[in-house]
């Protein structure tokens, strides 16, 4: 997989195979971050969390383009590994980034995580792990005021948009068998 803009435009980085995982294909990030820039981020001021992260091609293209700093959350070892991996083979400094193997749920639910003013979450499909992750991210202050919540899931799953009060819809849309819902928090 190629990172698509920034520092490290066109440079591959590793996916990992195996049941759950399923990379953003290039055509859904380019997509997804060209929705981002429309809604202003400004990435050298922004902090981000890439939960559910697989092989971390989201939180790596936002340190591309010049994210200040990111946290990858993965459970399994093997992706985890892979995502350091990645990271030191494109020379991202060590202060920038940080991989964190444990459970999502686990992690958020510590509290003191953030704030991050963009948080991507992709979850595992099938698992409904989507709104309790999105409650402890809210109810434990990791989402900054006005951050933005990036959720990759199934193009079936039904979700109430927003699926909290506490966030305000931006953008929904689906990619084939992917769907990308942006929410700011209000």
Not at 80 to 86: D, E, G, T, V
Not at 117 to 133: A, Q
Not at 156 to 184: A, F, H, M, S, V
């Amino acid at each position: 997989m190629r990172i698509i803009a920034g520092e490290y435009r066109g440079r591959r980085i590793r996916t990992t195979e195996g049941p759950g995982y399923r990379p953003a294909t290039g055509k859904v990030r380019e997509s997804l971050f060209s929705m981002l820039e429309s809604l202003g981020v400004d990435w050298s001021q922004t902090r981000v969390a890439d939960i559910f992260a697989g092989s971390g091609s989201l939180g790596i293209e936002a340190l591309s383009r010049g994210a200040r700093d990111a946290v990858f959350v993965e459970k399994a070892a093997q992706a985890a590994a892979l995502i350091r991996s990645n990271l030191e083979d494109l020379g991202v400094e060590r202060r920038r980034c940080g991989v964190v193997k444990t459970d999502a749920l686990r992690w958020l639910a510590c509290g003191d995580r953030g704030p991050f003013g963009l948080v991507f979450i992709d979850p595992p499909y099938g698992k409904d792990l989507l709104l309790p992750t999105l409650g402890l991210l809210l109810e434990h202050g990791a989402l900054a005021q006005d951050g933005i919540v990036c959720v990759e899931v199934e193009a079936g799953l039904r979700l109430e948009n927003p699926p909290r009060q506490d966030l305000i819809l931006l953008r929904d849309k689906l990619y084939g068998q992917t769907r990308i819902c942006i929410w700011r928090r209000n």
